[in-house]
């Protein structure tokens, strides 16, 4: 490489890989060197397999982007990288992350989350193993999505700057811990908690009201009932209930929230009939997966006043539209997939 070539390298600040067919693909598998000044690098997409050595000499690196690459871990010395803001890294094959990286006092943004859409199972969305003294990089603003390995929870609690967290692997012991942590996250606003197993309850009753500000709320994992403090979810634009196989009707502890516009429910439901008989007056998606008892829904007058898509996947019992479908507006988007043959 000419002299020249090499000192216009060095004055790069930004460097975006795009590979766009398979042939850049293939020519693509190391970094190029020169860039001594870099702050952004982003790599989402391309085929790399492995960060050389040289990546951790980038001192003024804030930002790196390793979504959809083939890196399947990071190493030790990650932590060099001091001035790094945002680590992203969805969609890898890592899954767990170096203790090196607790060294990243000026990191704020930790995306690590993996999953598969098209899986009906409970697994369908990991997490990543951290080293449970993560909870030492206290300007953390999102964490997504860590397993809850250690004393991972009893720590959280010193994670105050959160807006941002998505937990894996959380037990029922950790009930008193987590809440605990999560009434002191007074900037929380998208919460993602996620069980161990599809048996284990979701316990989060000694939390006494939810973060004020809390806009997005996703629960993984059994419920006796849904938590007493959703009666504080005023914000609450979007809320997602899997695998909670809840057996009475829940719907009357949700139909109030006055900015809900998306409702997701995956395996949520074990009863035969959801009644929405008031409120949701905001609510434009209804989303309603792998309920295997559902035969049928209610919808009275003046509900749902907004709604724009309806999608009712994977319920095999389902027999028809719902009942009150005429009186509500045309929507964009009605989607009936692997339901009972008789449905219309």
Not at 95 to 109: A, T
Not at 296 to 315: A, R, S, T, W, Y
Request: glycine share 4%.
């Amino acid at each position: 490489m000419k002299a020249a070539s090499k000192a216009a390298l060095s004055r790069v600040r930004s460097l975006f890989v795009f590979t766009v067919d398979e042939t850049s693909k293939s020519s693509f598998n190391r970094l190029p060197s020169g860039f001594k000044l870099l702050r952004v690098l982003d790599l989402e997409g391309t085929p790399i397999n492995e960060l050389q050595d040289e990546l951790v000499n980038l001192f003024n690196l804030r930002f790196l982007n390793l979504t959809r690459t083939r890196v399947k871990e990071l190493q030790e010395s990650i932590g060099k990288l001091y001035n790094l803001q945002s680590l992203i890294m969805k969609m890898t094959p890592i899954r767990e992350l170096p203790g090196g990286i607790v060294k990243l006092k000026n990191l704020q943004h930790l995306n690590a989350y993996h999953y598969d859409v098209n899986k009906m199972s409970f697994d369908f969305c990991l997490g990543t193993i951290a080293p449970s003294n993560i909870c030492l990089l206290n300007k953390l603003q999102v964490l997504t999505l860590v397993e809850a390995r250690g004393d991972f929870i009893k720590q959280l609690s010193k994670m105050t700057q959160l807006r941002r967290l998505c937990v894996a692997d959380v037990k029922e012991t950790d009930e008193k811990n987590l809440c605990f942590a999560i009434g002191k996250m007074i900037h929380l606003r998208y919460l993602w908690l996620k069980s161990c197993n599809e048996d284990e309850e979701m316990k989060t009753d000694a939390l006494e009201s939810a973060p004020l500000d809390l806009e997005k709320l996703g629960l993984a994992g059994k419920l006796e009932q849904v938590p007493h403090w959703f009666n504080s979810l005023n914000n609450l634009t979007h809320l997602f209930l899997h695998w909670s196989i809840l057996r009475d009707d829940f719907l009357p502890h949700i139909q109030a929230f006055p900015n809900l516009g998306l409702l997701c429910m995956l395996n949520a439901y074990e009863g035969d009939r959801l009644d929405f008989l008031e409120g949701f007056q905001k609510l434009k998606l209804l989303r309603i997966r792998g309920c295997p008892r559902l035969k049928e829904l209610v919808i009275n007058k003046g509900v749902m006043p907004g709604l724009q898509e309806l999608c009712i996947f994977e319920c095999r019992e389902f027999t028809t539209l719902p009942h009150g479908w005429e009186s509500l507006p045309d929507p964009e988007q009605v989607c009936l997939f692997d339901v009972s043959h008789y449905s219309c």
